[in-house]
């Protein structure tokens, strides 16, 4: 019976804690720049590299849809209300 205590306590600790302030606030943080920031900067990179603009306009509309998939992830956990 000691160790099924045991076992339970060792599965609440994850490494994504939502609970915790730090993982709430990285993971808002990092949702923000991937929607806002990261089309830009994957257009600026493609254009500096000298690549294809079209494929440089699909890279970053992904990056895009990464940060609101984030996002939607974060407002269905309750983390963002």
């Known amino acids: ?3 099924d ?5 060792e599965r609440k ?3 994504f804690n939502l609970n915790s ?7 808002t943080i990092l949702a923000a720049l991937l929607t806002f920031g990261g089309p830009y900067v994957v257009l600026v990179l493609f254009r500096a590299l000298d690549l294809n603009y079209a494929i440089s306009l699909a890279s970053g509309f ?3 849809l990464a940060g609101l998939a984030l996002m939607l992830f974060l407002i269905r956990k309750k983390v963002i209300s």
């Open 5 to 9: 205590k045991r076992e339970g306590k």
């Open 21 to 27: 302030r730090f993982w709430r606030v990285s993971l």
């Open 13 to 15: 600790t994850t490494v």
């Open 1 to 3: 019976m000691n160790e």
């Open 62 to 64: 992904i990056v895009f």
